[in-house]
């Protein structure tokens, strides 16, 4: 099993930063993918960044100014969110795509991490 903790989240003004980091733990074989996703009130949850090894995939509504990172000795991803926006609002769950000891790779999910951005 792979455990997810999540970090970072809380209130922002608009244009301000945040950065979020999820770190992965338990018995790990190897991890594929890294990634956040996120869901706001009445909506369905959706992608925001992804990264695998050497390549990274971002919605539209986030490219240019959220940058997403990972630290594979750390089993570690981040996501640095910059000029925030009310729209932005949202709970952000931490993704990973990994495998243990069986070497069958599932996916795991982080319990969410709130960011509001509002004057």
């Known amino acids: 099993q792979v455990q997810l903790v999540e970090s970072g989240g809380g209130l922002a003004q608009p244009g301000a930063s945040l950065r979020l980091s999820c770190a992965a733990s338990?018995?790990?074989?190897?991890?594929?993918?890294m990634g956040w996703y996120r869901q706001a009130p009445g909506k369905q949850r959706e992608l925001v960044a992804t990264m695998t090894i050497g390549r990274s995939n971002y919605a539209d509504s986030v490219k240019g100014r959220f940058t997403i990172s990972r630290d594979n000795a750390k089993n570690t991803v981040y996501l640095q969110m910059n000029s925030l926006k009310p729209e932005d609002t949202a709970v952000y769950y931490c993704?990973?795509?990994?495998?243990?000891?069986?070497?069958?790779?599932?996916?795991?999910w982080g319990q969410g991490t709130q960011v509001t951005v509002s004057s």
């Open positions: 338990g018995n790990i074989f190897s991890i594929n993918v």
């Open positions: 993704y990973v795509n990994a495998a243990s000891t069986g070497r069958r790779y599932f996916d795991y």
